[in-house]
């Protein structure tokens, strides 16, 4: 690294996320000097109201955050999935098994033999993996700044200086953008994105069942959109239905017998009564892709790199395999003596994950505008797809691998290997 400074880190990280936390440990463990930046304490990360949500976390995601040393935190929080079932209707209403061919039904025991008797993914609350993250982040040597914010970016053949909006200055070989799809790092980088708004929002309410959920995970194709059924630890499940944007926010203010109504309605009675827990989220969907993974003396990460519709619960898997991928690239690169900020060795990580990243996001696209209608062609066609699919065992067994995060070129922390 010629006439290089003394630099203040390897690698600055703006956006504490789980994404841009899941990077930080996977640098440490690979003997990186990491600064963590974020607005937000971790405190404030971890609140129950400022994430509402939870995430289908693929095996070979959970894989990582084991070798990461997390498994204490995040195992007694982690809902198994056994089982998905997927169906196609006109009205709302979830049930048991159709009658109708339009539905799909992947079960972990198909692939065991394959993933190590690994589940077909896990349920957490992102409000449990930020916690668990924040403990692995306490106990490393990563250097947390927080609040803190990016105000400036300058980047020179030898090395990147950040400038805070507090008026500090720092210096390193690195800098990844992980602070979500406004990305500041992105635009200081000079990298632009496209993408669209779907017209929609996800309503997210968490609710416990009278009856045993058993690990199934249920999603359910309406005319407006998708509604999701995803089991939680305690005999819980998170709730996501996917609505036009004005009655997303109409249900955030609905009065609770309003919103038991609702619930009631699409939900269906095959797990006995049903008794909603904490508040109700709305978040506005849409998609937002990055052009450009890598710039001079900078990567991009999640949802700054890519932001998708959560129709297949693929967002926040994707930033993890990124965080795997660009870990093992910066890792191997110090490790033989190379720059880690250097074009040749982010394009690496670039062509890594450029390909999964657009097919992911295509794919995600493509299945929002065939399933979220009730036009009638198109609603032959998907059934047809669908039955095909239920009746043939390899294509099953692909599609539950490929949710899994367990097909293609996998870095080293998604098949259980440390750096």
Known sequence: ?????????????????????????????????????????FDDQLAPTFD?????????????WRTLGLAAELEPHAQRIEQILVTDGRTPGASGPPALPAYLRFESAEIADRSD????????????????????VGRSNIEVLAPARLAGLEVSPSHATVTLDDGRTLTCALVVGAEGRGSTVRRAAGIGDIGWRYGQSGVVATVRMERPHGGVAHEYFLPGGPFAILPLTDNRASLVWTEATARGEALREASPEAFQAHLTRRFGEFLGGVEKLGPTFVYPLSLAMAER????????????????????????????????????????????GEDIGAEATLER????RRFDNVAIAASSDLFVRLFSNDHPVLRLARGVGMAAVNHIAPARKFFMQEAGGAVGDLPKLLRGERL
Do not use: C
């Open 117 to 136: 008797g690994e589940p077909l993914g896990y349920m957490l609350e992102n409000r449990r993996i930020r916690a668990g993250l924040a403990v692995g």
């Open 293 to 336: 993974l890598v710039a001079p003396r900078v990567a991009l990460l999640g949802d700054a790199a890519q932001g998708i519709h959560p129709i297949a619960g693929q967002g926040l898997n994707l930033g993890l395999k990124g965080a795997a991928a660009l870990a093992e690239v910066a890792v191997e690169a110090r490790r033989i």
């Open 349 to 352: 990580y670039a062509r890594w």
């Open 1 to 41: 690294m010629p006439n290089a400074p003394q630099l203040d880190a390897d690698v600055l990280i703006a956006g504490a996320g789980m994404a841009g936390a899941t990077l930080a440990l996977a640098l440490a463990q690979g003997g990186l000097k990491v600064i963590l930046v974020d607005p937000l304490p």
């Open 52 to 64: 509402g949500r939870a995430s289908a976390i693929a095996y070979a995601s959970f894989r990582q």
